[in-house]
């Protein structure tokens, strides 16, 4: 068999080989999710999904993934004006794979308290639509409004997905019983959660303020040992009125303690702020969706 990396369309098919595979598994983790844990507990999901799960339990003769495809018509359309057609490409693939894996996935999920069966549907739903939002891609629904949110207004994944499900889990409440929706905020809860640390939680980075009179042997360890690159910052203190320097730099999670280590090693008793980042944009050090 020829070496496909040796042609143009090698590195191509790698990528698109790649994406097609999260999709696959992100698609049947719900699909678990799904018809194991939700329907059998009649727990309602959220967004597109909780909408199609709504209308099955009140016409039991309405399949879920009928619904849920014929839900996404007006979605998709938005992605088409709002996001790129790479994404709107992938996202249509997805859906399908979402559909049938909601369609086809039949299993059978051993386990009977609620509580338990809520936290164990969220942990699985949230790990697969986060695996599916890591491709180029989404499964439709509120994945798309989500992105448009994330990218025209910085408001991350899992809020987007939360916010919009009040929505229904106020219906699912009206509809059926109280009990049921609480079960159901549990499950959506953990579900958000997990996307966020799918989506961004392994590629976070953290923005670093140092304040040390030895920011001159500071600096050159972060440039040389951790490779990212160092502002320095004119500042005065506001008691002492002294002029001194301001060391900031941007870090992935994984550099925080090698950072500290230097820090520490040159100056035990600096000053130093570590915050979290919703987005970084930048050579090397950009973590933004690649949507």
Known sequence: MPDLSRFSGGPVLKNVGGNLALLVLGSLLCGVAINGILIPHRFVSG?????????????????VAALYLAANVPLFLAGWFFISRRFFLYSIV?????????A???VDVPIQDRLLAALLAGLIQ??????ILRSMGSAGGTDILSVILLQRFSIRLG???LAFNVVVLSSAAALF????????????????AIVDVVVTGLSQRKSVFIISPQWEAISPRILGELRRGVTILHGQGGYSEREQRILYTVVSF????PLKRIVRSEDPDAFVVVSDTTEVMGHRIGNQPHW
């Open 126 to 131: 949230g790990t697969g639509s986060g695996i």
């Open 104 to 106: 086809w996935v039949d």
């Open 177 to 192: 019983t109280l009990e049921d929706a609480l079960y159901t905020l549990i499950f959506l809860y953990v579900s958000t």
């Open 94 to 102: 997805g859906m399908v794979l979402f559909t049938a894996a909601v």
């Open 47 to 63: 967004g597109v999904t909780g909408v199609a799960l709504v209308i099955h339990y009140l016409l039991p003769s309405l399949p």
């Open 159 to 161: 809020t987007t997905v």
């Open 254 to 257: 994984r550099e925080v303690a």
